[in-house]
């Protein structure tokens, strides 16, 4: 069996000439002295991500999801600088994401990923939002909607390949494409998702590729999306119509085990509460997990898992966890991870080169999100979507 394989791409451009010299930064949430840390979102970078993808996709369309607030880096903003980039399509999760999202794209297409929940088939026409239909009882629900409203909003159907989520069957679909030849059959997209993008010789790709590619046959002059942000960099038999990307639009690695291809759009720095000086043999926070194996001098930093920086990071006696850019220098996370807290060991600079307001970088520099994601043993989706509106933010236009 042919395996799907990544295809390498070229360094990218770091300052396209397609992307306006940067403007003045807008800011939201507390003021930046007030705040335990700084978030800054590079707009122009999830700019240049999306049509960094766009170019690799071509001819298809480069569609993009904001869901989940963006990935945790604001629906809003996000999806107003990529409309006035021309991006046409997004993907929320659910109708309230697709109701803030259309206050800032009046015109874009907006597809809801976790389709039709009972009775909700009014408030999609009332947002012009479209569902993602995956079982026949919502594309039921959702038919007779259209008949009794004369709605022609339309809708995605979504094919289950072999993920084994959301989606109608093969043959479901299959016994569902003589609809489209009538006039209204109110199908604007065919979808799939791959379940192992991320994993290049993984066999259920190329099943699933060619299980699309049949159901595709079925539904010819349907305009049809398989690949997300991995699924891109599998090769063109992936890119069908449209890609929807979405962690690589934030600057997460879709291709992990190779370079990163996408520029780093998110930056969290962290306040200097106070610094500590600890003797050896003294333990730092909660559970007394971490010890000091000689007097050290910790700062104590006003940033937590109740902000996003995940407790799984933390640090023990016997495994580290994640870093912090410290005066320049890369410093380990001492102890555990509290809610508004984190402690770092800063043994290592010298006396006077941290003080009280000063800032750690957490991520930025050094510290990518894939990074801190394989510290806390998880992905770069779950590092994102956590970040707190406690943060104040900086974006980058």
């Not at 360094?11 to 978030?39: H, S």
């Not at 629900?141 to 009794?148: G, I, L, R, T, V």
Request: aromatic share 6%; with cysteine.
């Amino acid at each position: 069996m042919r395996m799907a394989t990544v295809e390498t791409l070229p360094p990218p451009d770091l300052t396209p000439p397609d992307i306006a010299p940067a403007a003045t930064p807008v800011t939201a949430g507390p003021p930046a002295d007030q705040a335990g840390g700084i978030l800054t979102v590079d707009l122009a970078a999830i700019e240049h991500n999306w049509r960094l993808i766009g170019r690799r996709a071509t001819p298809s369309e480069c569609a993009a999801v904001v869901k989940a607030d963006a990935y945790g880096c604001g629906l809003e903003q996000v999806a107003a600088r990529l409309a006035r980039a021309g991006c046409k399509t997004f993907f929320v999760a659910d109708l309230e994401e697709a109701r803030r999202l259309r206050a800032v794209a009046a015109e874009s297409a907006i597809y809801v990923l976790n389709g039709l929940l009972p009775g909700t088939a009014s408030a999609f026409a009332e947002t012009r939002a479209r569902p993602v239909i995956g079982s026949l009882v919502e594309l039921a629900e959702w038919d007779a909607f259209c008949a009794a409203q004369a709605w022609r909003g339309g809708a995605a159907l979504h094919v289950d390949t072999g993920m084994n989520r959301l989606g109608i069957s093969a043959n479901e679909a299959a016994a569902l494409a003589p609809r489209i030849r009538a006039e209204n059959h109110g199908i604007t997209l065919l979808m799939s998702h791959l379940a192992c993008a991320d994993q290049p010789e993984h066999p259920l790709n190329d099943r699933q590729i060619r299980l699309f590619r049949e159901v595709r046959l079925l539904y010819r002059g349907i305009p049809s999306s398989l690949a997300a942000s991995s699924g891109v960099f599998l090769g063109n038999t992936t890119h069908c119509d449209m890609v929807r990307p979405g962690i690589a639009l934030y600057g997460g690695n879709p291709t992990p085990g190779h370079s990163n291809p996408m520029r780093p759009a998110v930056r969290l720095d962290a306040h200097v509460l106070q610094v500590r000086h600890v003797g050896k043999s003294e333990a730092i926070g909660y559970g007394a997990v971490w010890t000091a194996r000689h007097a050290s001098r910790i700062a104590v930093i006003a940033v937590g898992y109740g902000d996003g920086y995940l407790r799984a990071a933390s640090s023990t006696d016997e495994a580290p966890g994640a870093d912090a850019i410290v005066a320049g220098k890369r410093c380990p996370i001492a102890g555990r991870i509290s809610m508004d807290l984190a402690a770092v060991d800063i043994t290592a600079l010298p006396e006077n080169a941290v003080r009280r307001g000063d800032l750690v970088t957490l991520i930025g520099d050094e510290i990518t999100v894939d990074d801190l994601a394989n510290k806390a043993g998880t992905i770069s989706y779950e590092v994102l979507t956590n970040l707190s509106r406690r943060y104040h933010r900086v974006y980058r236009v």
